[in-house]
């Protein structure tokens, strides 16, 4: 069936370091893939989407990779911030979101 | 920036009663939705609604379950004899359109506890 999973579920990171977050999915029909940052309490907030037909995008602080041959996304964060300090998410649709199992980031200074 | 507001932000309920969860989803927003996170896991979905109807429902969302859009602003989901594990976090989310790339906004929830 579908899924969406995560290899890792807690990264810790230095202040200053730059981050990376991977998430596999395993539906070929996805076509868009968001990261989503969730913080304590809090729905989840859109961080940077792909799109299918792309396999990089960049953001202010945030890079995401697209590989659609193993079906793998990664999310990259430059130069990492207490304030990152999240669970964080990927998910594939194109209607509804089928989210992955999350990762707790951890910037330590 | 226009927001999902949900409310109660916290509900204690009694196992077996009825409870009722209120989303506003953003005002030109077509589509709705709910998600649920129980504590420590993945957000699933839930349940899709558009054109007054239910559009799209996950094995979660069971006949205890429903959803309705009672008038022009709020969009309610119903859990009718609440259970323990129906303890978690539940997420309202809109959309203009169908696909979530043309904008999707989640509410901050509303955590659920069933005692």
């Known amino acids: 069936g579908e899924s969406v999973g995560l290899h890792l579920p807690t990264l810790s990171v230095q202040e200053g370091d730059n981050s990376i977050i991977n998430c596999a999915y395993s539906?070929?029909?996805?076509?868009?893939f968001i990261w989503y940052k969730q913080e304590s309490g809090k729905g989840p907030q859109f961080i940077i989407d792909?799109?299918?037909?792309?396999d990089k995008r960049q953001g202010q602080r945030v890079t995401v990779l697209l590989n659609k041959t193993v079906k793998h996304l990664s999310l990259q964060i430059a130069a990492t911030q207490p304030g990152d300090s999240a669970v964080y998410f990927c998910?594939?649709?194109?209607?509804?979101?089928?989210f992955g199992t999350g990762t707790r980031l951890q910037v330590f200074p | 920036e226009p927001e999902v507001t949900q409310t109660p932000s916290h509900q204690v309920t009694q196992m077996g009663q009825e409870v009722i969860l209120r989303c506003v989803p953003i005002?030109?927003?077509?589509?709705f939705y709910w998600y649920r996170q129980i504590l420590g896991q993945k957000v699933e979905f839930l349940v899709s609604?558009?054109?007054?109807?239910?559009?799209?429902k996950s094995e979660i969302f069971d006949d205890q379950f429903s959803v309705e859009r009672p008038d022009g602003s709020n969009f309610t989901l119903k859990i009718r004899s609440t259970k323990l594990e129906d303890s978690a976090m539940y997420f309202c989310?809109?959309?203009?359109?169908?696909?979530?790339?043309?904008?999707?906004?989640f509410g901050s929830g509303t955590r659920l506890t069933v005692v």
């Open positions: 989310a809109s959309s203009a359109k169908l696909r979530v790339e043309y904008g999707y906004t």
């Open positions: 539906n070929s029909a996805s076509d868009y």
């Open positions: 792909i799109r299918s037909n792309m």
């Open positions: 998910a594939e649709t194109p209607d509804k979101l089928i």
């Open positions: 005002s030109n927003h077509l589509y």
């Open positions: 609604f558009y054109n007054n109807e239910i559009s799209e």
